[in-house]
């Protein structure tokens, strides 16, 4: 288990509680200064000189589960090995792309010792998964430690870290000085209401120094997210995130209701199994009764959302289970909010409580549920969508666009370059084609996206839309392409799908090594486009 030390905050925005702001916190600021020095030396060692300020190179990294957290661990590995590392100013992500991420960012300057780095994430990704026991406590400080609890904390603990392998337990606040020679990290969300109501801003980044509302320009100190605020105020303080469950929160648009059901089920077995273990001198003769009875119950009722989903008869359950037959999902929902309030009164201690939570938490469908930092904020650059209620949902950014380009295309961070990893199932180009229309929508300067229509099934490696007055030029790589994967593109695909358990551990080198191949293969392009790039930022400045 990653353990790190409780630190304060150091961020200079926390006087004034909540930022509404078209700016950058000053700590980034001071960050991408000193990060710029690092690009002019790189780029000076590539044989590019520039006269005037260096171009800001942004590198986004989609999401698609496993495969795209291994995707840019291998990118990165070729940015490394061209040379081309330590001219990117900013790196962003979405959903796996993430999982990679943090586990880059636990090491102070990972960028200089990358090999190592990555040795030790692939001997974790290889080895095996986390322990009963770790997953058990883990679930139950999630539980206690805060005031909402919802199914990312359970998509952390039986999800998440069956792909990551390990319980990180940092917080990104406390990576504030400590990656000052990396590329400064930008972790991407979306808020669920706006995306549903299609109003308001639903872009939510979050840093090492502030998380908030990309578009609307509205910022809380990252360590106070999530906290109790009203009127802009802090009433109450709540634990900070810490990396699991960033992770979680960024990489849950695999979550699917059937096979979170199996994974709960599972879960259950293996805590019922125990329970003896658990409850200790609870569990005894006059308890024991009772407590069998409820650990069947709760098993019936999984099982009986588990057949329901799939439209199959749950009319056998009914001898522990008073009940008639219910034909559809509708039906479960409140059945299960039933059957658990009424169990609570009974049975109220761990692990029952949080079990009976659980299961309503499913028939709910409630997802990275935490308090609104903006709650009855008196703003009027603020919409009204995001001061009306207490409380937010966040999910993962990839259910609406599958990589981060809002984040950097912000004005204030003034991008040059954007290279784009995409490791998206289907269309390799949908994320870029998506943008474009958005940016097009929001008047947001962006570049002309034309990709051939035989590129869709059978892409090249290297694509390139030139950006235009204040547009930032575009380099899109696909993952899998005829240059790295030959004429068997769908096979990849199909091997390394984003609906999969874990990827074995021999899967893991081919993939680390196709994605470095996109950057290494294309070093001469890549150095020629920063060269463009550069002369282009001369005459814009």
């Not at 539980?143 to 940092?170: G, H, M, N, P, R």
């Amino acid at each position: 288990m990653q353990m790190c030390q409780t630190q304060m905050c150091v961020c200079g925005s926390c006087s004034s509680e909540v930022r509404i702001a078209h700016s950058l916190n000053t700590q980034e600021k001071e960050f991408i200064a000193r990060r710029e020095q690092t690009v002019q030396q790189s780029l000076k060692n590539l044989g590019i000189q520039c006269p005037a300020k260096v171009p800001k190179i942004a590198l986004l990294g989609s999401g698609g589960g496993e495969r795209a957290m291994l995707g840019l661990l291998g990118s990165l590995d070729g940015f490394k090995e061209t040379s081309l590392l330590d001219c990117v100013l900013y790196l962003c992500g979405v959903s796996g792309s993430t999982w990679c991420m943090a586990s880059l960012y636990q090491d102070s300057d990972w960028s200089t010792k990358l090999d190592s780095v990555k040795e030790k994430i692939i001997h974790r990704l290889k080895g095996p998964a986390v322990s009963w026991s770790e997953t058990f406590s883990k679930l139950k400080k999630y539980y206690y430690e805060k005031d909402i609890f919802s199914l990312t904390d359970v998509w952390a603990v039986l999800i998440v870290t069956s792909f990551v392998k390990e319980i990180d337990e940092c917080t990104i606040s406390e990576k504030r000085g400590h990656n000052d020679k990396d590329p400064f990290p930008i972790f991407t969300v979306i808020d669920k209401e706006c995306k549903q109501r299609q109003k308001g801003d639903p872009w939510v980044e979050i840093t090492p120094y502030e998380a908030g509302y990309s578009l609307t320009g509205a910022f809380v100190d990252v360590s106070r997210f999530g906290s109790q605020f009203h009127e802009g105020s802090k009433k109450k303080d709540q634990p900070e995130m810490d990396m699991l469950y960033l992770q979680a929160l960024c990489g849950s648009a695999l979550a699917d209701e059937q096979n979170m059901w199996e994974a709960i089920k599972d879960f259950f077995k293996n805590l019922f199994h125990r329970k003896e273990e658990i409850l200790g001198e609870m569990y005894n003769e006059t308890t024991s009764s009772s407590i069998d009875d409820a650990c069947q119950i709760l098993m019936d009722l999984v099982e009986m959302n588990l057949l329901a989903l799939k439209g199959l008869d749950t009319s056998d359950l009914d001898k522990t289970i008073r009940t008639k037959l219910f034909e559809a999902k509708l039906y479960m929902k409140q059945f299960t909010l039933d059957v658990c309030d009424n169990m609570r009164v009974s049975l109220s201690f761990w692990p029952f409580d949080v079990c009976y939570t659980i299961c309503k938490l499913m028939a709910q469908w409630i997802w990275g549920r935490k308090y609104n930092f903006l709650d009855n904020m008196k703003d009027v650059r603020l919409p009204s969508i995001l001061v009306e209620s207490e409380t937010r949902d966040y999910e993962d950014a990839g259910l609406l666009l599958n990589s981060p380009y809002i984040s950097v295309l912000r004005q204030e961070r003034d991008i040059d370059l954007i290279i784009s990893l995409d490791f998206s199932d289907g269309d390799p180009f949908m994320t870029v084609k998506s943008i474009a229309k958005i940016c097009k929508n929001q008047n947001i300067p962006f570049p002309e996206v034309i990709v051939p229509s035989e590129d869709i099934i059978m892409p090249k490696d290297f694509y390139v839309f030139e950006g235009y007055k204040k547009a930032p030029t575009v380099i899109h790589i696909p993952l899998f392409n005829t240059v790295n994967c030959g004429d068997e593109v769908e096979e990849w695909r199909k091997k390394y799908s984003t609906f999969q358990l874990s990827y074995r551990a021999d899967m893991i080198d081919p993939l680390l090594k196709v994605a470095g191949k996109n950057i290494t293969n294309n070093k001469v392009k890549l150095v020629e486009e920063i060269r463009k790039i550069v002369k282009l930022t001369a005459c814009k400045r």
